[in-house]
């Protein structure tokens, strides 16, 4: 779903519907946002850790969509709660989740240079 948005935004075609999807699978628990994987993604990576693959991948979309959108923080949160030390579970989940906060900050680094 993640990758149709992003892939629906950058072709300027209609994404809504996937969009729609992925917001729907947001869930929220306090303070805390992450999206649940699909029953494709549990078949696919049979393995844990698919919910922090997952809310990277998410977190990337809502920021590329509306770097000002209030679950983003509710997202970094859960990331940062769902670490062991310093690394997310696994290679890969570290890695997804690493990227994501690159892109954050990277836009963050841009606009800090713009003002």
Do not use: C
């Not at 935004?9 to 917001?23: D, M």
């Not at 809502?62 to 949160?77: C, E, K, Y």
């Amino acid at each position: 779903l993640a990758y149709l948005v992003l892939l629906g935004r950058e072709r300027g075609e209609n994404f809504a519907p996937f969009w729609n999807e992925l917001q729907r699978r947001a869930q929220v628990d306090g303070r805390l946002t992450h999206f649940k994987p699909t029953a494709e993604v549990k078949n696919a990576m049979p393995s844990v850790g698919q919910e922090r693959f997952v809310t990277a991948l998410g977190l990337r979309v809502l920021h590329a969509l509306n770097p000002d959108d209030t679950r983003i923080g509710g997202v970094i949160r859960y990331l940062m709660v769902n670490r062991t030390d310093n690394y997310w579970g696994n290679t890969r989940d570290t890695a997804w989740v690493l990227e994501a906060f690159t892109e954050l900050q990277r836009f963050t680094d841009t606009e800090e240079k713009m003002t």
